[in-house]
């Protein structure tokens, strides 16, 4: 099936440092990444959509000038957080959207837990 | 505009139980709806869905119907294991923009 990975799984900074996450997708080709971020028992908040070849689009309320957001291939997309905060620390998640498995079908990275001291 | 809201948890239960937890949403236009769970350390992974209303969306003994009239899509299965405990996401994804809205989950936890 569909694999999404994520790099880091679990990352410790300190504030101030940048921090960039990978997102592949392992056996599939996405046009279409998605970057989520979820807080403890809460929902995910869709923070931007990536497309390959172009800039993201973000949503409203996210700062694009400190969530860095590149998709450099069809496979790869990437998240930096730049001049980190303890407030950013948090659990990051992408997704991918696999055109083979239907409109909209996407598969979910397991995540990478941020944390900033 | 989209949103989902779901039960709160968490949710207990004992093994073969009988499980519902409640979805409705808020959505323009026509939506698809979805069911992920997420397992202990791992990502979300799809347990079903449905793209039209009235269609049933199941998997592994879980079901869900598209209720539009409602707007619900309930997660529903009759017996539940151990194994089924895990978070429990509703959401939803509306045309254009092939964006996902997620409900904030809900945490089942299964006992022997």
């Known amino acids: 099936g569909a694999v999404v990975s994520q790099h880091p799984s679990w990352v410790i900074c300190k504030s101030g440092t940048s921090v960039k996450i990978e997102c592949r997708s392992l056996?599939?080709?996405?046009?279409?990444m998605f970057w989520y971020r979820q807080f403890p028992k809460q929902s995910l908040m869709l923070m931007a959509t990536?497309?390959?070849?172009?800039?993201?689009?973000?949503e409203q309320g996210v700062e694009k000038d400190k969530f860095l957001i590149n998709h450099a291939s069809l496979t790869l997309s990437t998240l930096t957080v730049t001049s980190a905060h303890p407030e950013d620390s948090s659990f990051y998640i992408c997704s991918a959207n696999h055109l083979a498995g239907g409109p909209g079908e996407q598969y979910f990275g397991p995540g990478t837990r941020l944390t900033v001291t | 505009g989209n949103s989902v809201t779901q039960m709160e948890g968490p949710v207990t239960l004992s093994e073969e139980a009988f499980l519902t937890i409640n979805c409705t949403y808020t959505?323009?236009?026509?939506?698809?709806l979805f069911w992920y769970v997420q397992y202990p350390g791992e990502g979300l992974q799809l347990l079903l869905k449905?793209?039209?209303?009235?269609d049933k969306g199941s998997n592994k003994g879980f079901e869900a119907t598209y209720r539009k009239e409602t707007t619900s899509f309930h997660l529903e299965k009759g017996s539940v294991q151990v194994s089924d405990s895990a978070v429990y996401f509703c959401a939803l994804r509306n045309y254009p923009g092939n964006q996902f809205y997620f409900g904030t989950g809900t945490s089942l936890t299964v006992i022997p």
């Open positions: 959505a323009t236009g026509y939506p698809s």
């Open positions: 056996d599939f080709q996405a046009t279409t």
């Open positions: 990536s497309n390959e070849g172009s800039k993201a689009t973000y």
């Open positions: 449905a793209t039209k209303a009235d």
